[in-house]
T-cell receptor, first 116, second 115 residues
Framework: EPEVTQTPSHQVTQMGQEVILHCVPI?????FYWYRQILGQKVEFLVS????????KSEIFDDQFSVERPDGSNFTLKIRSTKLEDSAMYFC??????????????FGPGTRLTVL | GNSVTQMEGPVTLSEEAFLTINCTYT??????LFWYVQYPGEGLQLLLK?????DKGSNKGFEATYRKETTSFHLEKGSVQVSDSAVYFC??????????????FGAGTRLAVHP
């Protein structure tokens, strides 16, 4: 059964460093998402991506964040200069897409980011 | 804005006990409602969904009914198993312009089932 994969499973970085989190969505899906979950808190929407551009982003997704689909299969989240408060579990999701209505989102296992 | 509130955990039950996890929501318009489950070390999996009022979603013995009058979507199972131990997330879809969605999640409820 197709699934969303994410690498690495755990990333440890120093404050101020750049990190890139990697996701491979399900191959025929059209819509891509990043969510994050700070330990003990809610899963929060970060950004959605369609047709090679951001379609919606939350207030969390500031200039330090960017997303890219560089090669038609990978979908990356970059944090340019990490802060302590960026420590969280980051989930990638994809959905097949229909013009209207709900599309089931399929989630990856997450990348745990720890900023020291 | 739209939001989801679910009961805090952990919920600890013995095998074969009845499970209820409460979920209420605030939304403008007519959202779809979901329960996701996260087993240890895995991603979020869709457990069940309901797309309009009075719909009942069901899967693997779990059920939830979309109650517009009480803005609720409580998760129930008649007889839990040890394998049901996981974190359960209630969520609603917020329809974005263009027809696709972002999900708004509750805080999650950890369920632990003991033999």
């Amino acid at each position: 059964e197709p699934e969303v994969t994410q690498t690495p499973s755990h990333q440890v970085t120093q404050m101020g460093q750049e990190v890139i989190l990697h996701c491979v969505p399900i191959s025929n899906h059209l819509y891509f998402y990043w969510y994050r979950q700070i330990l003990g808190q809610k899963v929060e929407f970060l950004v959605s991506f369609y047709n090679n551009e951001i379609s919606e982003k939350s207030e969390i997704f500031d200039d330090q964040f960017s997303v890219e689909r560089p090669d038609g299969s990978n979908f990356t989240l970059k944090i340019r200069s990490t802060k302590l408060e960026d420590s969280a579990m980051y989930f990638c999701a994809s959905s097949p897409g229909t013009p209207r209505g709900y599309n089931e989102q399929f989630f990856g296992p997450g990348t745990r980011l720890t900023v020291l | 804005g739209n939001s989801v509130t679910q009961m805090e955990g952990p919920v600890t039950l013995s095998e074969e006990a009845f499970l209820t996890i409460n979920c209420t929501y605030t939304a403008t318009g007519y959202p779809s409602l979901f329960w996701y489950v996260q087993y240890p070390g895995e991603g979020l999996q869709l457990l069940l969904k309901a797309t309009k009022a009075d719909d009942k979603g069901s899967n693997k013995g779990f059920e939830a009914t979309y109650r517009k009058e009480t803005t609720s979507f409580h998760l129930e199972k008649g007889s839990v198993q040890v394998s049901d131990s996981a974190v359960y997330f209630c969520a609603l879809s917020d329809l974005l312009s263009g027809g696709y969605n972002k999900l708004i999640f509750g805080a999650g409820t950890r369920l632990a089932v003991h033999p």
